[in-house]
């Protein structure tokens, strides 16, 4: 045969135009089949029809009824898996599908499903892997809806990855083996239970009347899981977080497992607990991935600004600094609050760019307020870890010939969390620059108290929510934290203070500061020059 044959006389041509798809398969050794997904069988490939025949036009069901085979797809068609009648599947990752054709290898009928035991299993528990797990439940999903509802438990194990650093792979190893042991204790013989990777594990729930019954199986695990392990005379605590999702209704595999992780990343934050799926962990999702993609161009577009708002010294009513709070005006949602844009953009990374932004734009504003007024700036814990605060800060300073010691920075227990000594290395270098650091939110977190130790402030910011409730537990925190700053030689400043009552309070427990609607709502960088003449 003489290739120039083939040649074709269009500019643009492609295998298509020469050859058709059945004179291709034709020349493939291997046996092939297109099968539509309604299962007849519309083309067999000469390398086939060699080993069966005529199959054109019959039911593939009907040709294999001893696996029957069905064909599960995704809603972006991207698996397949055939499912025998026997329990045991393998994945038919076809060649080709295109228009609802799947190509298949004969062969792989003929010798029936390629997953032996050992492909479903993971070597190291002997529990089912993913893969079995996903099979399973498009099995038990896809018969018609389950008649009774299925829960799948999302497990997660915490401070596993704590474990295996410090005690090693061995004693990590061997604490898996120990919780997959104590999973199928705690589960019914019907239930499975699969590992799906490192410390992730997944339990189909069988027979679940009501979502009483899968809670209880939810905590039976928390509970079982938590409790202490000996492994090689070492004496080891970790917990588990469970998100459950439950199904009346045939569903796909994969929107039941992603419901069972929405959940689970919501156990999650608070850890060792279990929490059951609502449809709203969705739309919060949802919302978080539109807010993570806006907020990537808030910045180029400017669509931040911020606010100030002051805070004043309690003995001569003046004005000692403002706040800067970040506002974003977004142009289609509106206003955003910090508090739902902020948790986004630290987890996505973005804060270290708007951090900048604000500490660069906090600086030039604040250069041309009057006389030794200061200008405090939020500084997260992510900022912290990307350890070029310090530049930023300098470089802020420098820029806008703002003097260091009008700069305050505000930080929470989170930056003190991790590495703490290289976090108080950049807090020293900072005062160094002449920079004042205050604690903010304190009381809030576990172990305030333990920080002011470890770093001297020059500043602590109680919490508003001791200073709004008045009762005797927050009057007598209030005097308390008061009482150590003032020993420290800290500043205090009272968060949140809105009545005079309020101030009245915190002016007796010796105070140095009050920031609150009281004394000034949050206001435009423009209005700052008439706050100021108004005082006059
Ligand atoms: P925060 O640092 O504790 O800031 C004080 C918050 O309390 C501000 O809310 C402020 O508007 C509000 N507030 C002030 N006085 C009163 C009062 O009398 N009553 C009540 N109910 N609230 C009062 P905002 O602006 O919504 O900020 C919330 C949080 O967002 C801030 O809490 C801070 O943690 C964070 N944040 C704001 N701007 C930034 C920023 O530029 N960077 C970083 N990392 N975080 C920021
Ligand atoms: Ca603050
Ligand atoms: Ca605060």
Redesign the pocket.
């Known amino acids: 045969m003489n290739a120039t044959m083939y040649l074709s006389q269009k500019p643009e041509a492609t295998a298509a135009d020469i050859l058709s798809y059945e004179q291709i398969l034709d020349v493939l050794p291997h046996p092939i089949l297109l099968v539509r997904f309604d299962g007849v069988i519309i083309y067999a490939n000469q390398a086939s029809q060699a080993m069966l025949e005529a199959v054109v036009g019959k039911d593939v069901y009907q040709l294999f009824p001893s696996f029957s085979p069905r064909i599960v797809t995704d809603a972006d068609h991207s698996t397949h898996l055939i499912v025998s009648k026997d329990g045991r599947s393998f994945e038919a990752t076809p060649e080709f599908v295109s228009d609802g054709i799947i190509l298949l290898d004969l062969r792989r009928l003929l010798n029936g499903p390629v997953g032996t035991a050992s492909r479903d299993r993971d070597e190291l528990t002997g529990l089912m892997n993913r893969q079995a797990l996903l099979s399973r439940m498009s099995r038990t999903l896809g018969q018609g809806g389950a008649c009774r509802p299925i829960a799948v438990h999302c497990l997660d194990l915490d401070r596993f990855k704590m474990v295996n650093d410090t005690l090693g792979h061995v004693v990590g190893d061997l604490l898996l083996k120990k919780v997959a042991g104590r999973l199928q204790s705690a589960c019914g013989g019907g239930d499975a239970i699969a590992r799906i990777g490192g410390d992730e594990f997944v339990i189909l729930q069988h027979d679940v009347t009501d979502e009483a019954t899968a809670a209880k199986l939810a905590s039976r695990i928390v509970d079982i899981v938590g409790r202490t392990y000996v492994i090689h005379s070492h004496t080891i605590n970790i917990g588990v977080s469970v998100g459950v999702a439950i199904e009346t209704e045939a569903s796909q595999a994969c929107n039941l497992l992603r419901n069972g992780e929405l959940a689970l990343s919501e156990a999650k934050t608070d850890r060792g607990r279990y929490c059951i799926f609502q449809p709203g962990m969705d739309t919060c999702l949802i919302q978080r991935r539109e807010i993570e993609v806006d907020l990537r161009r808030a910045v180029a577009l400017k669509q931040f600004k ?2 100030y ?1 002051p805070f004043v010294d309690v003995l001569t009513n003046e004005v000692a600094g403002f ?5 974003w005006e977004h142009p289609a949602k509106g206003f955003i ?3 739902t844009f ?1 948790p986004v ?2 987890e996505t990374g973005l ?1 270290t760019k ?2 900048d932004w ?1 500490m660069r734009t ?1 600086c030039e504003e604040a250069v041309s307020w009057p006389g030794e007024v200061i200008v405090a ?4 814990p992510l ?1 912290f870890r990307a350890h070029t605060l310090l530049q930023t800060v300098a470089s802020a300073l420098e820029r806008s010939g703002l003097p260091a010691h009008r700069l305050e920075i ?1 930080i ?1 227990e989170g930056a003190l969390l991790d590495d703490t000594e290289k976090v108080v290395q950049t807090l020293n270098a900072l005062r160094d620059l002449g920079v004042k650091i205050s604690m ?2 304190f009381g809030t977190g576990y172990s305030s108290l333990s920080y002011l130790q470890k770093f001297p402030f020059d500043k602590i ?1 109680i ?2 929510s001791f200073v ?1 409730v008045d009762s005797e537990d927050s009057a007598a925190i209030l005097k308390s934290i008061a009482t150590l700053g003032n020993s420290l030689g800290m500043a205090i400043t009272a ?4 009545t005079t009552e309020q101030l009245a309070r915190v002016r007796s427990e010796r105070c140095t500061h009050v ?4 004394t000034g ?2 206001m435009g960088a423009n209005q700052i020059p008439s706050f100021f003449t108004q005082l006059g």
């Open positions: 911020l606010n708002q706040e800067a709070l970040l506002r609050p910090p508090l902020i953009a630290e804060i708007i951090g604000v906090a700036v939020n500084v997260s900022q505000e929470t903010d939110d910011k919490d508003r709004a968060e949140g203070v809105e920031q609150g609607y009281l709502r949050p």
